[in-house]
Each structure stands twice: as structure tokens, then as C-alpha cells.
């Protein structure tokens, strides 16, 4: 009986293992620091490390005051294709931590080759958008979703 209850035990870990019993809601780790969902092929999270150990690049942005600064992140549409965007998705939505949202055209972001999430250097993502309202340039962005 004892040999018995210990198969089970292990059979129903490796179940919940498989399942995601590791902290995970889906594809989104419990610990993601920005996630992409809604309509895409695969809703998609990453932690802040893992962010911030892919391929960067940098964008310069000027700021309504006229004074510019040089971003370091990673490319948004790079991120937008890991999650594998639906054809019929016409905007995102950038959500920050604070509550605040921004809604953006997906054709314009397509086209867009310097849009990038950006590094904050008190930890976390600024999203930063040349050529796009000063709306778009959130601070605290957790989520990006997909309309």
C-alpha cells in the first residue's frame, strides 16, 4: 500500500510539473516582469533578466522639452513576433504598472525600426516610440496587449 501511495504521489507531481504546477498562468511565468497577450498565437512573459540578457539595441528620443536621450532595450516588434501576432490585430494597448494605458496603431508600430522597450534605470520598461504622441512613451509598462 505504502509502495502504492508513493507512485501516485510522484505520478501526480510530474503531472502538475508538465501542466505548469511551476508557477506559470499558461505561457506567462508567475515572475514575468512584461508579458504580450491577447490576440497572438501564444501569450508570452518574460522576467526582467531574461529581457535584458536578449539581442539590445539603441534609440535616441527627443521629449517634448527638445532634449534627447539614448535609450537601450529591445526591439518591439522582435518581442511582438516571439508572441506571433494574429493578421487581424489592428493596435496594442501598453499598460504600466501605475494603471495607465496607451493605445497604438499595429500597422504604425510594424513599421516602426527603432520602437524599443526600454531599460529603466530604477529597474523595469519604459516604452520608447520616435515619431509616436508623448501618450505612447509609457513608464512602467507591464503589458502589452494585443487588440
Known sequence: MKKYLVVLALVLAMVLVACGGQGTTGGIPAD??????????????WSEKDIRAMDTTQTDFTNRGGET???????LNDLLDKAGVKSEATALVFVADDGFTSEVDLAEVKA???????????????????GFSNKAQVKGVIEIQVK
Open 69 to 75: 536621450n539614448t535609450y537601450t532595450g529591445v526591439l
Open 112 to 130: 516602426c525600426a527603432d520602437c524599443i522597450v526600454g531599460f529603466r534605470d530604477e529597474g523595469g520598461f519604459v516604452m520608447v516610440m520616435p
Open 32 to 45: 514575468a516582469a512584461l508579458k504580450i497577450t491577447g490576440n497572438v498565437n501564444s501569450e508570452i512573459g
